[in-house]
């Protein structure tokens, strides 16, 4: 029972991960029905500056994090001003070949500039509480809390400002909205600087908690957390949020309860199965077709 | 003057004729499979060129599968290395561990067509998502899908595992590879400008209305999958061959984006573009490697220019002329000379 | 012996109802219209029976078999062929093509056969062209056969649909606001193609069009609804003159061109 217990905890922590992660994903596609695959590579690049500025900058925690996170939202309009806005009328997959190309050059650049994995420093004190058998670590709880702070922030952000009303009224009728008067391309970057924070976030997160990293760990977590905005139902930020705490939850379930190298071909088989049932992920809906 | 204008006139007229040959494809082929015959018995290139020569072919071979599904058919499928994989694993299992030592030369083209069988069989599989889901959802199944197929290969001791798989002897030759590469030429073309070639692209146009003219849409997706899935796996098959080591991690996601960048860098919906970017791919690849690791930063920034400047693709859904048959092309004039003319 | 029964034909959109109770009789070579304000659910009597929505209730028999439940695809190679409101050509693939891919159910080599190239496919894809040249030849598209059919002008590309529904070698057609967009020049020679079709093919059609000028003048008998439900059936000059039909459209301006 408490390894049931301790294992769920560490489910809590890689979904609150993933989450952040997906988020960035179904804010993108919500926005401009686009997938930017080199999102995954923002949280690699998170971790990275948080790597440069521990090390290097030798700072704390606070800077540290706020660092990477305004590193990669910068990065992440930059992207979109210089590689995503030409491609706007362009048919969508070229848009997404686009996007893998970022990615690419993303993680090779990093690869190019640190050859070899990099150790993330120990940037706040542990403790470790032992409650009904299972051992918590004061970073878990940070993690989880500061993972759900960030997307309250976003929730609120998106259902209670101007700018998450315009980014509402964005994803709904991209043609009409700036006709409204809704500045369109502010909207566009601001959405993308949000996404790739919250992927910067994810990404120190993910450093604290499995200190090695290396520039092609975007990759596979980038993957994983874009079927789990998929599963969430993708454009639908609720949904990203629990797409990844359900991935998070099946990943570490699964290792568990079976040997590790069936990790990955069961938890897919069993993302396939939802989808299969809910072709359109849990919260998301089938778009209107009028024939 | 007048005789450059002749010899223009000349070249043009020969030119013209020559769209009227029927033959002109298979011909062409059957001189590419004949070039790399002799070079290869007479090592007329360098071995090295000759080595870089296969991985060109295995890679149009790929890309035109890949092509099949995501060019004409319009879908976005991410995990075609899975097909790969499995082609790749039957036919070393076949030639390590069951076909007599001495006669494995021999029955190589058998380990490869058993290679493409399998995968064809499991690309059957993949086609029935395909009826129900499209766009991105669909991409979430070829995704799942090849990283089912590498997880499951990681857990089949037998086949060695993460740790892969070895013993296979150089059967992949020049002429072998391009003999593969030539047929599947032949073969997806002949698909493409067929009935079945039709209904993929309207498929793709659009889907409803293709429904609504009485094309038979699931046919349509089976076949595109299990042609596709069948090249893949004869890829797979000469790649494990030539590498005589194959591990999961040869399959993995970034394989799938190799292969994807290689049909969208060349064109898609188009055979010479697939040509195109599986060559202008893999020898720039060996043409950077000087560069070390800089080269892997190049060539993704090059192909995001590419990209927008060229959205489609360098061919983008325009096709070389002695690609498309000769029916296709004077269709229309024929029929107006047979019906005596307007 | 009718052609289309249908009866009790209802749909429901989630909670929306947006046909009830649909009923038509259709003989052979009838020229029916279909006529109501927008959002009537007009297009969607279309759908179901074409198969794109399963209706909730109710059942459609065509020529003796039922269809309800059946893939569009199917239903199309049985011999019903439409057109559609927001034209839905192949964009990327030239004009003989889109016609070519209407033949598709008409193919019987297979795959196989057609890797090969051997004489079944040849002969049958020759037949092909000559089919779909006579087709487009005869709607004055044939000299447009290697064009993209996204570069066609509007009204030919409204042309090229017909063609392309014509290619299946339907006995029903159904033509969906065919003259949506149209001049009244271009709607007379529309009328012209209408009835020129309708006897060089042997056709049943059901029409349905806002264009009161096309409607009154070629419909031998029109089908009203207003909100999914059938308001009105009977010949032209008695549905003009119908105080229900008059209050579904709104407005006089609809009374004077029914007139006119």
Not at chain 2, 33 to 41: C, D, E, K, Q, R
Not at chain 2, 237 to 254: E, T
Request: glycine share 10%; hydrophobic share 55%.
């Amino acid at each position: 029972m408490s390894y049931v217990l301790q294992q769920l905890m560490n489910a809590f922590q890689l979904g609150s991960i993933y989450a952040l992660i997906a988020l960035g994903y179904t804010m993108v596609y919500g926005i401009l029905t686009m997938i930017n695959f080199a999102h995954g590579d923002l949280f690699m690049v998170g971790a990275f500056l948080c790597f440069v500025a521990a090390v290097s900058l030798e700072l704390s925690f606070v800077p540290v994090i706020l660092i990477s996170m305004f590193g990669t939202a910068l990065l992440g309009v930059v992207i979109e001003r210089l590689a995503y806005k030409p491609l706007r009328q362009a048919p969508r997959v070229s848009a997404i070949i686009t996007a893998l190309g970022v990615g690419l050059f993303l993680e090779n650049l990093t690869l190019a500039l640190n050859p070899y994995p990099k150790q993330i420093p120990q940037l706040m004190s542990h403790t470790t509480w032992t409650i009904l058998g299972v051992s918590i670590s004061s970073l878990q709880i940070f993690i989880i809390v500061l993972s759900l702070l960030l997307m309250l922030i976003l929730d609120l952000i998106v259902r209670k400002t101007m700018v998450g009303m315009a980014m509402r009224a964005i994803s709904w009728d991209k043609a009409i909205a700036p006709l409204m008067g809704v500045p369109i391309n502010l909207i566009i970057s601001a959405t993308f600087a949000i996404g790739a924070g919250l992927g910067g976030a994810a990404g120190v997160m993910y450093g604290l908690a499995y200190p090695v990293i290396d520039p092609y760990m975007g990759i596979m977590v980038g993957w994983k957390a874009f079927i789990s905005a998929v599963v969430g139902g993708i454009g639908n930020i609720r949904g990203a949020m629990i797409g990844g705490y359900i991935l998070g939850m099946v990943e570490i379930m699964v290792v568990a309860f079976f040997p590790s190298t069936y990790r990955d071909i069961v938890a897919f088989a069993l993302l396939l199965a939802l989808l299969i049932f809910r072709p359109y992920g849990i919260l998301g809906k089938p778009y209107p077709q009028k024939v | 003057m007048e005789n450059r204008e002749g010899v223009f006139n000349k070249i043009r007229q020969f030119w013209g004729r020559l769209m009227h040959v029927r033959w002109l494809l298979p011909a062409l082929l059957g001189l590419v499979f004949l070039a790399s015959l002799v070079i290869h018995h007479f090592d007329l290139l360098d071995l090295y060129v000759q080595l870089v020569l296969m991985y060109v072919g295995i890679n149009i071979i790929l890309a035109l599968s890949l092509n099949l599904i995501n060019g004409y058919m319009g879908e976005f499928s991410v995990g075609h290395a899975g097909f790969m994989a499995v082609g790749a694993y039957i036919a070393s299992w076949l030639t390590v561990k069951v076909f007599p030592v001495h006669l494995t030369a021999c029955l190589f083209p058998l380990a490869v067509l058993a290679g493409g069988i399998g995968a064809a069989l499991v690309g059957l599989i993949v086609a029935f998502p395909s009826f129900k889901t499209r766009g991105d959802y669909l991409a979430i199944v070829t995704l799942a899908f090849g990283m089912i197929v590498k997880s499951a290969i990681e857990n089949i001791d037998v086949l060695g595992g993460p740790r892969g798989f070895l013993g296979m002897e150089k059967l992949s030759t020049l002429p072998w590879v391009f003999f593969w590469a030539a047929l599947s030429v032949w073969a997806i073309r002949n698909i493409v400008y067929s009935n079945f070639g039709r209904g993929v692209l309207s498929i793709r146009e659009d889907e409803i209305a293709s429904d609504l003219m009485s094309v038979n849409t699931k046919e349509v997706k089976i076949i595109v999958f299990v042609v596709s899935s069948f090249f893949a796996g004869i890829a797979g098959a000469l790649f494990a061959h030539l590498l005589q080591f194959i591990s999961p991690r040869a399959f993995d996601i970034i394989k799938s984006t190799d292969i994807l960048i290689m049909v969208y860098l060349g064109g898609i919906g188009s055979i010479a573009g697939s040509i195109l970017g599986a060559t202008i791919y893999t020898v720039l690849l060996e043409v950077l490697r000087p560069m070390g690791v800089w080269r892997m930063v190049l060539m993704p920034l090059m192909l995001v220019m590419l990209m927008i400047f060229r959205p489609r693709g360098i061919m983008g859904l325009k096709e070389f002329s002695w690609f498309i048959p000769v029916r296709d092309i004077f269709a229309s004039i024929r029929w107006r000379e047979k019906r005596g003319g307007r | 012996m009718a052609i289309l029964n249908a009866r009790g034909v209802t749909h429901y959109f989630g909670g929306l109802g947006a046909v009830s109770n649909f009923n038509i009789d259709l003989e052979p070579r009838e020229l029916v219209g279909i006529i109501g304000p927008n959002g009537a659910g007009k297009t969607t009597v279309f759908n179901l029976i074409t198969g794109v929505y399963r209706a909730t209730q109710g059942s459609i028999i065509f020529e003796g078999s039922r269809i309800v439940g059946k893939p569009p695809n199917q239903i199309t190679a049985l011999g019903i062929a439409r057109t559609f409101q927001n034209i839905r050509l192949f964009k990327e693939m030239t004009v003989l093509d889109n016609v070519r891919t209407a033949c598709y159910a008409k193919v019987k080599y297979n795959p196989i056969e057609a890797l090969f190239h051997t004489g079944r496919f040849c002969r049958e894809e020759e037949e092909i062209i000559s089919r779909s040249m006579d087709l487009l030849a005869h709607l004055n598209l044939d000299i447009h056969a290697n064009e993209l059919s996204k570069n066609l002008p509007y009204g030919l590309q409204r042309r090229l649909e017909i063609a392309r529904a014509l290619a299946t070698e339907p006995k029903l057609l159904l033509l969906d606001e065919p003259a949506a967009g149209m001049n009244s020049q271009e709607v007379d020679r529309l009328m012209e193609l209408i009835y020129r079709i309708k006897n060089d093919f042997n056709l049943t059609i059901l029409l349905i069009e806002h264009q009161m000028h096309l409607v009154m003048n070629i419909c031998e008998r029109l089908i009203v609804l207003d909100f999914g439900e059938t308001i009105a059936q009977g010949k032209p000059h008695e549905i003009q003159n119908n105080p229900l039909v008059l209050e579904a459209y709104l407005g006089k301006e609809m009374h004077k061109e029914m007139q006119g």
